[in-house]
């Protein structure tokens, strides 16, 4: 009898293993195609919005009147931002996009600035046709490149995820479609730092610009680089450590490590005045999830503290398969100081520090003389549309469209289940900018 009962109990206690064991995968499996399916969406949204920058392009230079330039501008401002927004959102840290990315800025810029302008007084000059023109021609380079990037992605149904599982195994440099493909498409928009946009000024990375006039003058040595990488990635020692400086830009080191013990490759750049890591990327197998999204954001916060960056507040938080990804800001006067922001990443199934990236920190933090809001938060929600319902609110230092500082208050609120983020200037009211928060990408079932 007794034995009945305990081969009873042992059937039971395998049957539950088992299906805990299948819900854990299947939960794995959601996480995985969300991800996929967010990484795809990014990709082939960029491809359509590259299209119709290309497009608007050509129209606003048949146009003639301001009634039909000052809309098609300001489209093509709003486009340029959301292609921006997409190569943001695609796991691309192996690429070098640089070159892509500056163009779309001073595209965006450039279609800005213009379409706030009284036409009527001052119409574009000759000169500023010539730029739209080279703009046109630049982005129908892009648009070209990604189609056949797009192409082939579709031809051979290639998966984003797969691309770091590559990286992982890969002996040489990584050849893979997607990779070649926004490579060439980079090495393409070359030519357009080369090209004078205004008196006197050649395009490049308004960031390296900002941050150079921020740096001490000393430089480091590259022994010096060595010691400080390795502390960040939490070694004392490592036998393999390549430490070279960069080509063009910034003075930087670039730094790879390699760890035998958790067969893993680190990569990280730093600024030569100062050494100030800017990124750096942990590449390893990652397993199943063991630690809470909360214990690793937890384990964020101790990171930075750890390499001096204090009163940072946690703002956002994401989960990717078995990585949580953290988004922090600076807390200044219980300000949130969005424009110094630094993103880590964390591996869920041993906690450690896979990412970080702290480039819009090192740029933009500096001491402010916060002044006091204008109207209480109070008077700022009666601004807000009325259909809103407010969740939560906060006092908080963005940039504007214009890359100014303006003090806001920030409010999260829900209009017919979905979420937005609404931003109301502090001192005269007027509404800064509206968010729409993203959600998890559906996944659908049809078994």
Known sequence: M?????????????????????????????????????????????????????????????????????????????????????????????????????????LGT???KTSIRDLDKEPLT?????????????????????????????????????????????????????????????????GASEVEWGPGMVIRNDHEKKLEKRLEKRKITEEEAKEIALSYVDMEQATDVIVSETGDGLDMYSVIIDDPERQAHYYLDMTQQGGHPIWFLQERQINEQNISLNEASNKAQEFLEEHDKENMQLVDSKQYDSIGVFEFVYLEDNVRVYPDTIKVEVALDEGDIIGYEAMSYLVNHHDRDLEEPELTADEARERLNPRLEVMEDHIALI?????????????????????????????????????????????????
Not at 8 to 31: K, P, R
Not at 60 to 85: F, G, K
Not at 401 to 430: K, P
Request: hydrophobic share 35%; proline share 2%; charged share 30%.
């Open 2 to 106: 007794i034995r009945n009962v305990i081969i009873g109990l042992l059937a039971v206690a395998v049957i539950a293993t088992g299906y805990w064991g299948f819900q854990e995968q299947q939960q794995s499996q959601i996480l995985t195609v969300q991800a996929e399916n967010g990484y795809q969406r990014a990709f082939h949204e960029l491809a359509y919005h590259i299209d119709q920058i290309e497009d608007q392009l050509g129209a606003t230079m048949a146009m003639n009147t301001r009634r039909q330039l000052t809309p098609s501008l300001a489209e093509v401002w709003r486009l340029t931002s959301l292609a921006s927004e997409e190569i943001g959102q695609l796991p691309l840290g192996i690429v070098d996009l640089s070159k892509t990315e500056e163009f779309l800025h001073h």
């Open 110 to 112: 450039f279609s800005y």
């Open 126 to 190: 000759d000169e500023e046709y010539e730029k739209l023109e080279k703009f046109h021609d630049y982005s129908k380079t892009i648009k070209n490149d990604l189609r056949k990037t797009q192409a082939m992605t579709l031809k051979k149904d290639m998966r984003w995820l797969d691309l770091n599982k590559e990286f992982q195994a890969q002996d040489e440099p990584l050849d893979n479609a997607i990779v070649d493909g926004f490579r060439t498409m980079d090495e393409h928009v070359k």
């Open 399 to 447: 940039q504007n469209d214009l890359g100014e500082e303006v003090l806001c208050y920030e409010f999260f609120g829900v209009i017919n289940d979905e979420t937005y983020r609404i931003y109301i200037n502090a001192e005269d009211g007027e509404e800064e900018k509206v968010e729409k928060m993203q959600e998890a990408e559906p996944v659908y079932d049809f078994d």
